[in-house]
């Protein structure tokens, strides 16, 4: 195996390229689960060590996918979250406020609504958040994930449904 400092600065600058071109927007899937700045960082530095690996056995695909890029920074995402839960231990239970209490009612629902994605699965979440979080649209969802249109909306209305279920069983 090929040491990083045995290779020429064309391909570092190669890679380079790959990494600023996925950093933002893995960022904001990664910030939009975590809500922290220092955990975020963590997770994106190992999923650009994955990616790094993968373009490493085969640059072309790197370069010419976005949805495999892609789907290799989510899949070290969740490595991460795994790692976390492990090291965390059993979550407490979730205590809903009730949305319409007062002035902190945009707030309140901002983290309702957070923890109601944490409770779909995670391809309608990650749908969802890509679309309404990072504002693209279902095509370019689509392409960055390797689905078609058709599939993409299909997700789309199913976790505005799943979303809907969770919030309505919250309530009573």
């Known amino acids: 195996m090929t040491d990083e400092r045995s290779k020429g600065p064309e391909d570092r600058a190669g890679f380079t390229g790959v990494a600023r071109k996925h950093w933002r927007p893995f960022y904001r899937y990664a910030y939009s689960r975590l809500r922290d700045h220092a955990e975020t960082q963590d997770a994106v530095q190992c999923g650009l060590i994955k990616l790094h690996a993968a373009w490493t056995a085969n640059p072309g695909l790197v370069e010419q996918s976005p949805a495999y890029a892609f789907r290799v920074l989510v899949n070290a995402f969740r490595d991460h979250l795994r790692s976390r839960r492990r090291e965390s231990g059993p979550v407490a239970d979730v205590d809903v ?5 007062g002035p902190e009612h945009r707030v309140v629902t ?13 391809r309608h979440a990650e749908i969802f958040f890509l679309r309404h979080y990072g504002g693209y649209s279902p095509g370019e969802i689509g392409d960055r994930l390797g689905l078609g249109t058709p599939t993409v ?19 009573n």
Not at 97 to 101: G, H, Q
Not at 153 to 171: D, G, N, P
């Open 97 to 101: 406020p009730d949305p319409c209490a």
């Open 110 to 122: 901002l983290d309702l609504l957070r923890w109601a994605l944490a409770e779909i699965p995670e």
């Open 153 to 171: 909306s299909t997700y789309l209305s199913s976790a505005k449904r799943l979303l809907l279920e969770v919030l309505k069983a919250a309530e």
